[in-house]
């Protein structure tokens, strides 16, 4: 009779989720994840082949958090831009993973679903990418500069990014509604 599982897929990314937070991801590790979940490092090569098909999994499952909480959003842009900064303060190791060339580009696509249809809803579906690009872009460096204590000159930096998403909801309205050059 073959031993039972002493992990699984899920419980290791789990791990590795809580190890990545706890200290970026140089301490997600295979050995760090098999001290988590109770077993030998060699173990979990029947569930991972390598780091950084560790890391990928880990992306994914990171990405997949946040499509769930972007989707139970109103879908407005700025209730999508909101729940993805707190999610980044929530979990600013994970953010900077999605944002590493470790993260799947299906769960990317299926994450990008609702930043897409919000744009489409604001400037139409032929500019939708363009503009979901412009704001997801603008949302993440302003989370970035945030998460790495770039912003230093004083000020309300809650305040700072309301301005932005008002700006952004402007520029691409204004946009919209303008003559083609």
């Not at 569930?47 to 972007?70: F, G």
């Not at 303060?89 to 990317?108: I, K």
């Not at 503009?131 to 945030?146: N, P, S």
């Amino acid at each position: 009779m073959p031993t039972p599982e002493k992990t699984s897929l899920s419980g290791i990314v789990a791990a590795g989720r809580d190890l990545l937070e706890a200290g970026g991801q140089q301490k997600l590790t295979m050995q760090g994840i098999a001290g988590r979940v109770g077993v030998r490092a060699p173990s979990l090569y029947k569930h991972v082949d390598n780091r950084a098909a560790l890391l990928a999994a880990v992306a994914e499952a990171t990405v997949d958090d946040l499509t769930s909480r972007l989707e139970a959003t109103d879908g407005s842009l700025e209730e999508l831009a909101h729940c993805y900064r707190r999610f980044a303060r929530a979990r600013p190791e994970g953010f900077r993973l999605m944002h590493s060339t470790h993260a799947p580009p299906r769960s990317l696509a299926r994450a990008a679903g609702p930043v897409l249809h919000a744009a489409g809803e604001l400037v139409g579906e032929q500019d939708a990418l363009d503009a979901a690009r412009l704001l997801t872009a603008w949302v993440a460096g302003f989370i970035d500069m945030e998460l790495n204590g770039s912003f230093r000159l004083g000020g309300d930096v809650d305040r700072a990014f309301e301005y932005g998403l008002r700006g952004m909801r402007r520029a691409l309205a204004d946009d919209h509604q303008a003559p083609p050059a």
